[in-house]
């Protein structure tokens, strides 16, 4: 028995055999654990197999001659290995492997035959947010080409997924090919393209397949002389083109005798409503139609950009937002220049500045006027914690200094504003209130919000930036009879109700460590239920069970400190309570 350490952890390893021999040429190697069983037998050492496989791959598809010297014919190995127990591998060399279960790798190889043989199977991957189930990977070789595939019953990445997900293609005569296809849970064909790949002269050329383009169920047209020409300082796009219906996707070099023109993009009447499906989402309602150039020149040295963006109707989570228009330029190394609106449903927002990257942390200059937005259009914006939102926002913004630490200035004034905020049920209203933005601070001067009977909770104080703690607070708030929460259980089952407070708050210190004094006043009307769960009869099975672990077995354990297990941590370090709760005896608390 020994153990494996990494950092302050040890993996226990009941028993590793390890047997390497060379005889007559042929190297062989054995590698027997729990962890992982392996096996290498062949006329290659192991440290040339890369140049070996580079060189083998050299022969379909020019690779600028790489690969080993030596006796081609002479060359041949086959080769095992399986993962038993793949812990040690997530929890030191792959932190960010959340699961992978046992897995095998084999294969063969003979070059004087050209004949390769190798498989990968790997049941259950997840890392990170990808998850991949029945993963299996085949290349195979003859003496006129190499095919490989690559398929998995399901891929999973955020919230996108998709079934039978597929790659496969050939490489023979300087042409890669491959077509990718993607499926839903009824095994529609959801995406689907094809493309080759072609290596001349130290030169690149890649064709789109003009004969199958899918993109979310839909077929699109691809023009058949499309190519795009690159490596060697050359970039030439000739005709890139899908379209359907009315919507176009283009990308067209110009012509002239440079190797690398200037590049134009163009998208007509591309309609975004199919994007949230595409991506997994099916629950947004998201609408608009995109109109767009972009033109890219000196693509290999200080690149200049132009681009002009609309997006007209624009609808988020069901909210109609209007018409928006972005312009950007880079006429110079370090400067973009902006240009943005918003226009329509009664909105009207304007925006104008640069952003610099040079000298270090870069400079920004933005000036934004809020001349008028609806709090409606919005809504969507919420993801459904404020509903019923109505009234106006509008104002004006500056945002100036370096990239690292910028400052904000300027106002904002909500104009007989209302909504509801889901979690309470409690419909608030703002009659006439201004937030003001200070170069460290954000001030709240009697900022009032009122509930539904126009009983009044009132702000007053700054939020400071610090440069140490990031934010400082400096905030009271005041309320008489204000109705913090009016539920039922159809809003909330553990707690539900109406509660109605007069309140004395004070916010002092700062995010990593704020000091919170209060007095609170539970007042008449007040009905508040809370209900406790009942106690899992499993849990109460197994009370009396003791079971003792021996820590001092340092070969058999795994120990981690803190530190090291990786988790988001917050830069809060504590919380500073002091409160004062009053409660009139006509409330009703179950």
């Known amino acids: ?111 004087g035959d050209r004949l390769l043989e190798v498989r990968v199977d790997v049941p259950r991957l997840h890392y990170g947010s990808i998850e991949v189930d029945s993963l299996l990977v085949r290349v195979t070789s003859d003496k006129n080409s190499i095919g490989y595939g690559v398929r998995a019953s399901r891929l999973a990445l955020g919230s996108f997924e998709s079934f039978a997900p597929e790659i496969r293609g050939f490489v023979e005569g300087n042409v890669l090919s491959a077509d990718i296809a993607a499926h839903d849970e009824e095994m529609n064909v959801a995406f689907a393209l094809g493309g080759r790949l072609t290596s001349a002269d130290d030169v690149y050329t890649f064709m789109l397949g003009s004969d199958r383009l899918v993109i979310n169920y839909e077929p699109w047209k691809v023009s058949e002389d499309n190519h795009v020409r690159f490596g060697g300082g050359v970039l030439f796009v000739n005709n890139l083109m899908i379209h359907r219906a009315d919507a176009v996707v283009a990308v067209q070099s110009d012509e002239g005798d440079e190797i690398a023109p200037p590049v134009g993009i163009s998208i007509k009447e591309f309609d975004i409503s199919s994007v949230p499906r595409m991506l997994g989402n099916q629950d947004l309602e998201l ?105 106006r926002v509008n104002g004006a913004l500056a945002i100036a200094g370096s990239a690292d630490d910028p400052s904000m200035s300027g106002t904002i004034v909500f104009s007989d ?36 009977a126009g009983n009044r909770a009132v702000i007053e104080g700054s939020i400071y930036a610090d440069e140490f703690s990031g934010h400082a607070f400096a905030l009271d708030i005041r309320s008489t009879d204000f109705m913090l929460m009016n539920t039922t259980r159809r809003h909330n089952d553990q707690f539900y109700g109406r509660i109605i407070i007069d309140s004395e708050i004070s916010v002092r210190g700062d995010r990593n460590r704020p000091a919170i004094k209060a007095t609170l006043g539970f007042r008449n009307g007040t009905e508040l239920t809370v209900v406790v769960p009942e106690r899992d009869p499993t849990l109460a099975a197994r009370e009396g069970i003791v079971e003792f672990a021996r820590m001092d077995d340092e070969g058999k354990s795994i120990r981690m400190p803190e530190d090291e297990f990786g988790g988001t941590r917050s830069a809060l370090q504590g919380i500073e309570v002091a409160a004062n709760i009053e409660v009139d005896r006509r409330t009703n608390v179950l």
């Open 1 to 111: 028995d020994f153990a494996l350490k990494h950092g302050m952890a040890e993996y226990a390893v009941d028993s590793l055999v390890l047997v390497a021999a060379a005889r007559d040429g042929i190297s062989r190697l054995t590698i027997t654990s729990d962890i992982l069983s392996a096996s290498y037998s062949g006329s290659v050492a192991i440290t040339d197999l890369p140049a070996v496989f580079a060189g083998h791959v050299d022969r379909y598809f020019d690779l600028r001659h790489l690969g080993a010297e030596g006796d081609a014919e002479a060359r041949r190995f086959e080769f095992f290995v399986t993962l038993h127990d793949p812990r040690l591998l997530a929890e030191v060399f792959v932190p960010g492997l959340r699961d992978l279960s046992p897995s095998t790798v084999r294969g063969s190889y003979s070059d």
């Open 287 to 391: 609408a608009g139609i995109v109109n767009a150039t972009v033109r890219l020149s000196e693509v290999f040295g200080e690149t200049k950009a132009a681009a002009d963006v609309s997006l007209r109707e624009f609808v988020f989570g069901g909210c109609a937002v209007g018409d928006i228009a972005v312009k950007v330029s880079r006429e110079s190394a370090d400067r973009y220049d902006l240009e943005a609106s918003l226009a329509g449903h009664g909105n009207h927002l304007y925006a104008s500045g640069y952003v610099s990257t040079g000298d270090g942390a870069g400079e920004i200059d933005l000036a934004v006027e809020i001349r008028n937005i609806e709090l409606a259009s919005l809504e969507g914006f919420a993801m459904g914690e404020l509903t019923d939102m109505s009234g």
């Open 417 to 452: 504003a209302s909504f509801r905020a889901a979690r309470l049920n409690s419909h608030l209203r703002l009659a006439d209130e201004a937030i003001t933005f200070g170069r460290n601070a954000i001030a709240f001067r009697d900022f009032t919000i009122l509930d539904e």
